[in-house]
């Protein structure tokens, strides 16, 4: 079992900033987080399926939907067990429902990022982006 908080959400103008945050941790006392191969970052906007944003490697593979491309970084830092995701640019249809999600354990990331491929999942951070 993998356990995952997001944090980091808010309310922003277009054209505004937002990083998100992560805390990624086994459920498991004393099992270790290096089993954590890929995570990745969802949204969920009202109305619509949740759809894949970013997902990176502990190798550092990243890769990102085309809608993101430019605008957004994910990143993690292995020591401290967080992931990332740095928006800039935003515009209004990035407003949604922001989550950080885990692939099963030692299985790396493909270039798809798709929502059935993902296994654990955190309770989500608003993002919304309003003039």
């Known amino acids: 079992q993998v356990d995952l908080v997001e944090s980091g959400g808010g309310s922003v103008q277009p054209g505004g900033s937002l990083r998100l945050s992560c805390e990624y941790s086994?459920?498991?006392?004393?099992?270790?987080?290096?089993?954590?191969?890929?995570l990745g970052w969802f949204r969920q906007a009202p109305g619509k399926e949740r759809e894949g944003v970013a997902s990176?490697?502990?190798?550092?593979?990243?890769n990102y939907a085309d809608s993101v491309k430019g605008r957004f970084t994910i990143s993690r830092d292995n020591a401290k067990n967080r992931l990332y995701l740095q928006m800039s640019s935003l515009v209004l249809e990035d407003t949604a429902m922001y989550y950080c999600?885990?692939?099963?354990?030692?299985?790396?990331?493909?270039?798809?990022?798709?929502?059935?491929?993902?296994?654990?999942w955190g309770q989500g951070t608003q993002v919304t982006v309003s003039s």
């Open positions: 999600a885990a692939r099963p354990l030692w299985t790396p990331c493909t270039t798809a990022i798709e929502r059935t491929s993902f296994t654990y």
């Open positions: 086994r459920s498991l006392y004393g099992a270790s987080t290096s089993d954590i191969y890929c």
């Open positions: 990176i490697g502990r190798d550092g593979t990243i």
